[in-house]
């Protein structure tokens, strides 16, 4: 089963940048679609991106045109290249995986904090 580890949070000002990995371990990883998950304080999760196997992309409208997602099956790594922060975008970040539409994303890391300053 495939075991993820999100790193590349820290403090940041708005309109920089981060980039965030996700290093996976397990056999299966090529075949996973993964997806990137953000949890503010007091909200409820949200999702923020996602990449397939045959990297297909989809972003969420709030980090659309700012983020990109991306995905190096070689590497067995996931990343996410957060442009224009924003002060919004404060939460832990968390990556998943997904086997296909339909099963529920799994597989959750322990999540890295990003904080935007103004």
């Known amino acids: 089963q495939v075991q993820l580890v999100e790193s590349g949070g820290g403090l940041v000002q708005a309109g920089g940048s981060l980039r965030l990995s996700c290093a996976a371990s397990?056999?299966?990883?090529?075949?996973?679609?993964i997806g990137w998950f953000r949890r503010a304080p007091g909200m409820q999760r949200e999702f923020v991106a996602l990449?397939?196997?045959?990297?297909?992309?989809k972003y969420a409208d709030s980090v659309k045109g700012r983020f990109t997602i991306s995905r190096d099956n070689a590497r067995k790594a996931a990343y996410l290249q957060m442009n224009s922060l924003i002060t919004e975008d404060t939460a832990v970040y968390y990556c998943?995986?997904?086997?296909?539409?339909?099963?529920?994303?799994?597989?959750w890391g322990q999540g890295t904090q990003v904080t935007v300053s103004s």
């Open positions: 998943t995986k997904r086997s296909r539409i339909g099963e529920p994303w799994s597989s």
């Open positions: 990449i397939t196997n045959v990297r297909g992309t």
């Open positions: 397990g056999s299966t990883f090529s075949s996973n679609t």
